[in-house]
């Protein structure tokens, strides 16, 4: 177990944080403690045949591109990613036919998709049971890949893995997360008492503000993973 009265709670997994991030966070004992359990779901013959019937395959997140690799999918077959990682993770596995289509959010991402396919055009958007539709003048066909649990064995190893640590600075990222962390504080809440909360997401923000937890949020949508941490890590 380990003290640290800087210590920095982070609900987003290390690999979200570019170097230079990581540089800044490491000076201030971060945390980074994800409170999710994936669990991937199966694919049926259905999803196998939207698949053969779209333009191409739209992936958000390394999970929804993890799904795509333990799929049957073939690997010529044309795929869309937001991120360089994912870019370079599906061509890690040969998969040939990824674009990298760069957007900070689902806004910018439906804009991007409608600059770039006819109304007629086909998209299979892989998915998880939280993720959000994305409004687009494309025909966009969702198809769970994989499923966001919580237990309350994960909330207990959540607790252990937080130890005894006093926590001044808190990112949470979703809704969900959210919740499971206020469940959490509610049972050792001595080790959230000068915490300042911080977030990247607006329905965050307002859920967290509505339950009396004052939450920075950055003004900017650009890099706001990076507006956030720079606010994190510079803050007193």
């Known amino acids: 177990m380990w003290v640290d009265k800087m210590a920095i709670l982070l609900t987003y997994p290390e690999d979200k944080f570019d170097d230079e ?15 999710k359990r994936i669990q991937y779901l199966s694919w049926n013959d259905h999803q196998y045949q939207l698949v053969k019937q779209s333009q191409t395959i739209l992936v958000t997140n390394i999970l929804a591109v993890q799904a795509l690799i333990k799929s049957d999918i073939s690997l010529d077959k044309s795929i869309i990613v937001v991120s360089p990682t994912a870019l ?28 770039i396919f006819a109304k007629r055009d086909k998209i299979v958007y892989l998915k998880g049971n939280f993720e959000a539709s994305i409004n687009s003048n494309v025909q966009i066909t969702e198809i769970e890949v994989y499923q966001d649990t919580w237990t309350k064995a994960d909330e207990t190893k959540a607790i252990d893995k937080i130890a005894e640590a006093d926590f001044t600075k808190v990112l949470i990222t979703s809704p969900a997360q959210f919740y499971r962390f206020e469940s959490i504080e509610e049972k050792i809440p001595q080790q959230f008492m000068a915490a300042k909360y911080y977030t990247i997401d607006p329905a965050t923000k307002r859920i967290m503000e509505d339950l009396g937890f004052q939450t920075y949020l950055p003004r900017h949508k650009r890099n706001i993973l990076k507006q956030a941490v720079w606010k994190i890590t510079r803050e007193k």
Request: cysteine-free; glycine content about 2%; overall charge neutral.
């Open 21 to 35: 991030m990581l540089i800044e966070l490491y000076n201030w004992q971060p945390l980074f403690l994800p409170l």
């Open 88 to 115: 370079k993770l599906l061509q890690s596995f040969h998969f040939n036919n990824v674009l990298l289509v760069q957007a900070d959010n689902q806004l910018q991402l439906s804009q991007r998709l409608n600059g």
